[in-house]
C-alpha cells in the first residue's frame, strides 16, 4: 500500500467533503482516504499495483474538484 497527500481547495466543505468521500469510496483500489476539513488535505492510501496517483487524480478531476 502507498500513501498520496494531496491538497483539495473544495474539501473544507461538509458537502463536497461527503461527495469526495463518496467518490473514493467508489475505487476499489482505494483502501482508505483522511480528509483534513481545515485545510483540504486528502491523504489517501491505496494499492499502487493496481492504481497510479495520477489516476486517482484525473478521477477526482473529472468529478469536478480542483487540486491545489
Known sequence: MQTMTIYIKEATAEK?????????????????????VEDGEVKITFDENQISEEQIIQRIQIEGFHIA
Open 16 to 36: 463536497p467533503i461527503q461527495s469526495l468521500e463518496g467518490i473514493l469510496a467508489d475505487v476499489p483500489e482505494v483502501e482508505r482516504a483522511l480528509i483534513d
